[in-house]
Structures are given as structure tokens and as C-alpha cells.
């Protein structure tokens, strides 16, 4: 996809799996990416970025300085086992930082915030089929995430949950979107890749839809 303008995007948790492919994923389109975590980056994780910055999302006074000149931040950190719920305050921290300052923010998070298919009142946390007991405090703190996110109404966000499966993998060509509810295939399956969310992520940095909450699959075979 070509791009309108080219934009500075401060990636949080770029050497994960999802920050990852999103930081090469808006590379590809030519825009100039900041790469930002706790530690530093494996030299072979990200193809290139701008630079690399030292961000702790969960200290409030580090996030400020790293959004000098930036256009767009994706928040696509999670926090080790056992921690779970300290995404929380992470996403509170970086939400107030870019308000400040009026920054999009592009929030990838988990699955377990989605609708269950034909259930609206219900989400995919309370569904043992969706999410089995070993994933339950992911998906309640990525619940919880999603609640963070509508405290601030007047915020530029948007939360970005993957399918139930969700891997790394090339982009398919062939991602279906779709709002807050979870997305199956005719064949049963809820999975998505990480190029394929990764498209997801900067079509909404590049055109934005204006939904607060979106989710995307790869409609391919695994």
C-alpha cells in the first residue's frame, strides 16, 4: 500500500512478536520507525529502524521523552508471565502521555476482549472452548486493557485484538476484518498471523476507520 505522508511511529515492544512485524510491516511503506522496549533489540530481529529508544511504559516519566517527534505510537508490549495485569498500567501511562500531546495510539491487544460469535453480551475470557484455563489471566488483563482504553473517551486510540490463534507467519493477501466480535472461519478456525495483523495495525495508522475496537483473520489455509 502506498502511503499519504510518511510518519515517525514510536513502536513499544518492538521486539516482540506482534511489535515486531508491525515495525517492519510500516518500514515496507515507508515510514520511519522508533523501536522502543525494555531491554535491547537481538540484532536480527527487526530488519532496520530509525533508532532504538530504552522505554519502561510502566514508568510514566520515560514514555514523555520518547514521543518527541512522533506521529503514531503502538503500544504492542506484554508483560512476562506471572504479570499479566501490569498491561494496565502500561496502557494508562502511554494513553495520557499521547493525549497530551494528541497522538494516535494503536493498541494491540489480546482476543479474550472480543464477543463470542452470536453471543453479544458474552466475551471470549468467559468462553472455556475459546480460551482455556491456562490463558484466562491474559485474557482478563487484556479485558482489562480494553476497559483502560475507553476511560479515555476523548483519546485518539484504537484496540486492535488478533483471532484465538494468533502466530507468527507471512501476510496471506487475504485478512478479513471486522469490529469487537471474534471472526471464524467456515471451516471453524479463529487464527491470524503476525504479518497479517501487522497489515491490520498499519492500515489503521495509515487510514484509520474511526472503530475504537477492531480485529482481523487470516482467511487461509494454515
Known amino acids: 500500500m502506498a502511503i499519504v505522508n510518511r510518519l515517525r511511529i514510536l513502536v ?3 521486539t516482540g512478536m506482534a511489535g515486531s512485524a508491525i515495525s517492519n510491516e510500516a518500514l515496507a511503506r515507508g515510514h520511519s520507525v522508533i523501536g522502543a522496549s525494555r531491554s535491547r533489540p537481538e540484532s536480527d530481529r527487526l530488519e532496520s529502524m530509525a533508532h ?3 522505554l519502561d511504559a510502566r514508568e510514566p516519566s520515560t514514555i514523555v521523552g520518547a514521543l518527541k517527534g ?6 504492542a508490549g506484554r508483560p512476562t508471565s506471572g ?5 494496565v498500567p502500561m496502557t494508562h501511562n502511554v494513553l495520557q502521555a499521547a493525549a497530551s500531546l494528541q497522538l494516535r495510539v494503536v493498541v494491540v491487544g489480546g482476543a479474550g476482549a472480543l464477543k463470542v460469535p452470536g453471543d453479544p ?5 468467559e468462553n472455556d472452548e475459546f480460551v482455556p484455563l491456562e490463558w484466562k489471566s491474559v485474557a482478563r488483563a487484556s479485558l482489562a486493557q480494553l476497559a483502560v482504553c475507553y476511560s479515555f473517551p476523548d483519546g485518539n486510540w484504537v484496540y486492535l485484538s488478533p483471532s484465538a490463534q494468533f502466530e507468527p507467519g507471512q ?9 469487537d ?13 503476525s504479518a497479517d495483523l501487522a497489515i491490520v ?5 495509515d487510514k484509520p476507520t474511526g472503530l475504537r475496537h477492531v480485529t482481523a483473520m487470516s482467511d487461509a489455509p494454515a
Open 12 to 14: 513499544i515492544g518492538a
Open 52 to 54: 532504538h529508544v530504552l
Open 70 to 75: 512522533i506521529d503514531v505510537i503502538v503500544l
Open 83 to 87: 504479570n499479566e495485569m501490569d498491561i
Open 121 to 125: 453480551e458474552s466475551r471470549l475470557v
Open 171 to 179: 501476510g496471506s493477501n487475504a485478512v478479513v476484518r471486522g469490529g
Open 181 to 193: 466480535e471474534l471472526l471464524v472461519s467456515s471451516s471453524g478456525v479463529s487464527r491470524i498471523t
Open 201 to 205: 495495525a498499519c492500515d489503521e495508522i
